[in-house]
T-cell receptor, first 113, second 112 residues
Framework: GENVEQHPSTLSVQEGDSAVIKCTYS??????FPWYKQELGKRPQLIID?????GEKKDQRIAVTLNKTAKHFSLHITETQPEDSAVYFC????????????FGAGTILRVKS | KAGVTQTPRYLIKTRGQQVTLSCSPI?????VSWYQQTPGQGLQFLFE???????NKGNFPGRFSGRQFSNSRSEMNVSTLELGDSALYLC???????????FGQGTRLTVV
C-alpha cells in the first residue's frame, strides 16, 4: 500500500524566515496531495492541496510543489509568523480509492519571535 | 455552513466495554472518513463511507466498525475496548471522491 514519509520531524525558524517541509510517497498512482495544519488541541485544517496534473500551487505565503518523477512534494511557507507554529501533515490519496488519505508522520514547526 | 460535528468530545471507558462515536458531516457532503490519531502512530485511516456503503477500509481489527445513515451522518463503534484504543478519533467529510476533506474536532477516547 501507499506509504508517505515526511521530513523533518521538527523545524525551528526565526520569524520572517522561510520553512520547507518535504514528503515522499511510494505509490505512483497517488494523484492528490493535501497539507493539513493542526494546532494544539484542535482539528487538522486543510491549508493547501495539489493534484498530479499541476506542478506548483500558491496561496499567499504558502506554496506546494510536486515532482511526480521523484514522487515527492513540498510545502513552502514564506515570511513565517508565530501563528504558523503548529504540526503540519502531508497526505496522499489514489484516484479510484475514494477519500482514503495516507498521512505523513507530521512536522512540528516552531516560529521563534 | 456548519462544519463537521463530532459527539461526544470526550469519553472515558473501561477495558472490555464498547463505544459508539458520532459524526455529522457538512451539509451536502456524502463521504465520511474516520481516522485514529495517536502520538505513536500518527493519523491512520480506519474506513470511509459514501452513500451508506463502506467504500474503503484500513488495517484495523474487526472490533472497529462503522455505518452511515441516509442523511450522511456516520457512527463508528469499537467493541471490546483495549488500552491501546485510547486515541483521538477524527472524522472528515468530503463532497465526493478525492475532494477536499474537512475534519471534525474529534472525540478523545480514554480506555482505563
Amino acid at each position: 500500500g501507499e506509504n508517505v514519509e515526511q521530513h523533518p520531524s521538527t523545524l525551528s525558524v526565526q520569524e520572517g524566515d522561510s520553512a520547507v517541509i518535504k514528503c515522499t510517497y511510494s505509490d505512483s498512482a497517488s494523484n492528490y496531495f493535501p497539507w493539513y495544519k493542526q494546532e494544539l488541541g484542535k482539528r487538522p485544517q486543510l491549508i493547501i492541496d495539489i493534484r498530479s496534473n499541476v506542478g506548483e500551487k500558491k496561496d499567499q505565503r504558502i506554496a506546494v510543489t510536486l515532482n511526480k518523477t521523484a514522487k515527492h512534494f513540498s510545502l513552502h511557507i514564506t515570511e513565517t509568523q508565530p501563528e504558523d507554529s503548529a504540526v503540519y501533515f502531508c497526505a496522499a490519496s489514489i484516484s479510484g480509492y475514494g477519500n482514503k488519505l495516507v498521512f505523513g508522520a507530521g512536522t512540528i514547526l516552531r516560529v521563534k519571535s | 455552513k456548519a462544519g463537521v460535528t463530532q459527539t461526544p468530545r470526550y469519553l472515558i471507558k473501561t477495558r472490555g466495554q464498547q463505544v459508539t462515536l458520532s459524526c455529522s458531516p457538512i451539509s451536502g457532503h456524502r463521504s465520511v472518513s474516520w481516522y485514529q490519531q495517536t502520538p505513536g502512530q500518527g493519523l491512520q485511516f480506519l474506513f470511509e463511507y459514501f452513500s451508506e456503503t463502506q467504500r474503503n477500509k484500513g488495517n484495523f481489527p474487526g472490533r472497529f466498525s462503522g455505518r452511515q445513515f441516509s442523511n450522511s451522518r456516520s457512527e463508528m463503534n469499537v467493541s471490546t475496548l483495549e488500552l491501546g484504543d485510547s486515541a483521538l478519533y477524527l472524522c472528515a467529510s468530503s463532497q465526493t471522491g478525492q475532494a477536499e476533506a474537512f475534519f471534525g474536532q474529534g472525540t478523545r477516547l480514554t480506555v482505563v
